[in-house]
């Protein structure tokens, strides 16, 4: 028996993704009835169980979670061909993007209309999170992050370099007094703010005439949601050094005082990591905007 192979594989990757049968007809507008087929011929054909079904929830038997990660690659990197041979057709199609949540709240979801203007026949779908994300797990094309990357199996374009800034609360100034220099910083309490790969909590630095120091500051609270760390400083917790575009309309308002200017925290990069050599169209378009917009 015939089968539209690839066919198959999309409706398997779609039911897996929307979380069931009747979600996936929807979404692909074919009829229920042909989606219950497509996976009985995808199973008959790889001679494997692919999922456990029950009439509450999908679960993905071992070999079917391998072939969901595999076969997601697969159709990925065959979008890829057909564009590398057509680069004068309209990009359309699904771009799954991960980043953190001030970056989508702030400037990627604000400017959005404008890259769906070179772009109308794309489909974005977003999650923002400050935790780190699975690509292959979570069927993602690219992710956004801030700072030095690990080691892993993924190649990461940088996008630009995302100024920091260091402030506190007038309130907390207040009582504890404003530093003027970096020795200083001892006596204070910092807002720290953890890296959720490593699990460390990330030093704060500052441009010196004599080059880069990086410090550890004393400090009761460890973070790791951008908005609960703004709010931290808000509430005269201690001492924030955070990204200047998320901290600028609370320093503008004076609810947040910059201190130490002399001191200048050093830039941290922003890069666009995506699990393939290759930069797909849709990855590469994404990215460029994200150049320009930064």
Not at 113 to 133: K, M, N, V
């Amino acid at each position: 028996m015939q089968i539209n192979l690839f066919e198959c594989i999309k409706i398997f990757i779609e039911i897996i993704e929307s979380g069931s049968f009747t979600k996936a007809a929807e979404n692909l507008q074919i009829h229920r009835p042909a989606v219950t087929k497509a996976l009985q011929q995808l199973e008959q054909h790889s001679g494997i169980r692919l999922m456990q079904r029950t009439t509450r929830r999908i679960n993905l038997t071992p070999e079917g979670e391998e072939f969901y990660h595999r076969s997601k690659s697969l159709l990925a990197q065959a979008d890829d061909l057909l564009d590398l041979f057509s680069p004068t057709h309209a990009l359309h199609g699904q771009l799954r993007v991960d980043m953190p949540i001030a970056f989508a709240a702030l400037l990627v979801v604000p400017n959005l209309s404008d890259f769906y203007h070179e772009h109308p026949s794309i489909e974005i779908i977003l999650s923002s999170s400050d935790l780190r994300r699975d690509m292959l797990r979570d069927g993602l094309d690219c992710v956004l992050r801030m700072g030095e990357l690990e080691d892993g199996e993924y190649i990461a374009r940088k996008i630009g370099d995302i100024h920091m800034t260091t402030c506190a609360s007038p309130g907390y100034l207040s009582v504890h007094g404003t530093p003027e220099n970096l020795e200083q910083l001892q006596q204070h309490q910092a807002v720290n703010w953890i890296n959720n790969s490593s699990r460390q909590i990330v030093s704060w630095t500052f441009e010196t005439t004599s080059g880069t120091a990086e410090l550890n500051l004393p400090g009761k609270l460890v973070l790791d949601n951008s908005e609960a760390y703004v709010a931290a400083g808000l509430a005269g917790l201690g001492l924030l050094q955070g990204m200047s575009f998320l901290l600028k309309p609370y320093l503008d308002s004076g609810l947040l005082v910059e201190v130490l200017p002399d001191y200048p925290p050093q830039p941290r990069k922003l890069s666009l990591i995506y699990p393939h050599r290759h930069l797909s169209r849709k990855v590469r378009v994404f990215a460029e905007w994200l150049e320009g917009l930064l």
